[in-house]
């Protein structure tokens, strides 16, 4: 049975950090690619990050590209999100996705990842 369960979430102020983690059991993750999605109140549920399964690529989208960065830890079988300068408007829950398929490129598509955590909120305060 796959499981993906986040960590590192939590309360920080405005220009604070964080480090999300995604464990997982079940699954290699080295083997794919993985991503990181957010979802705040009332919005959808939108890409943040993405790492390819060789580690070569990574993907954010724009508002996070200069304060975030995917990473794996492929000996404890993570995969990372260090969170840096966050926004007010970086508050919402934070999931992990691993894509399983053959895909060649990663994909900020939700709907194309296969396995999700139950997510870790974070909060940040102005």
């Known amino acids: 049975q796959v499981r993906l369960v986040e960590s590192g979430g939590g309360l920080v102020q405005a220009g604070g950090s964080l480090r999300l983690s995604c464990a997982a059991s079940?699954?290699?993750?080295?083997?794919?690619?993985m991503g990181w999605f957010r979802q705040a109140p009332g919005k959808e549920r939108e890409f943040v990050a993405a790492i390819s399964s060789s580690s070569r690529s990574t993907d954010y989208r724009d508002s996070v590209e200069d304060r975030f960065t995917i990473s794996r830890d492929n000996a404890k079988n993570t995969v990372n999100l260090q969170m840096n300068s966050l926004k007010p408007e970086d508050t919402a829950v934070y999931y992990c996705?691993?894509?399983?398929?053959?895909?060649?490129?990663?994909?900020?598509?939700?709907?194309?990842?296969?396995?999700w955590g139950q997510g870790t909120q974070v909060t940040v305060s102005s």
């Open positions: 996705a691993a894509d399983i398929s053959a895909r060649r490129l990663t994909s900020q598509l939700k709907g194309l990842y296969d396995y």
């Open positions: 079940g699954l290699t993750l080295s083997r794919y690619h």
